[in-house]
């Protein structure tokens, strides 16, 4: 995986760019915890988002959020290449995603 760094100031919610490399085989899952809360935007590819007893597909365009002390994981869903947006803050700073009623 790698990280691109998008914004450098110091404390506060940061934000990066994830490129999830594609695979011939998927990747078994390791959770891991950490202090903080993440949220996520995909923009290319279906990713595999894993948070603790939750197995979830994020296809393109749509957004998940979560607190980083529960276990979680992020690979691709079905082998391709995965690119997505990160806002990561510390625990208690949250972005907050609403929804569009139908």
């Given at each position: 995986m790698t990280f691109i760094p998008l914004s450098r100031r110091p404390g506060g919610v940061r934000a990066y760019k994830m490129l999830i490399p594609g695979r011939d085989r998927p990747a078994e899952p390791t959770p891991q915890t950490h202090a903080g809360y993440e949220w996520l935007y995909v923009l290319n590819g279906r990713l595999r988002l894993v948070v603790g007893e939750r197995d979830l597909t994020v296809p393109p365009g749509e957004a998940a959020?979560?607190?980083?002390?529960?276990?979680?994981?992020?690979?691709?869903?079905?082998?391709?290449?995965?690119?997505?947006?990160?806002?990561?803050?510390?625990?208690?700073?949250?972005?907050?995603?609403?929804?569009r009623a139908p």
């Open positions: 959020e979560f607190d980083t002390t529960v276990a979680h994981w992020l690979g691709s869903a079905d082998g391709r290449a995965v690119e997505l947006l990160i806002l990561f803050g510390l625990h208690g700073e949250r972005v907050h995603v609403t929804s």
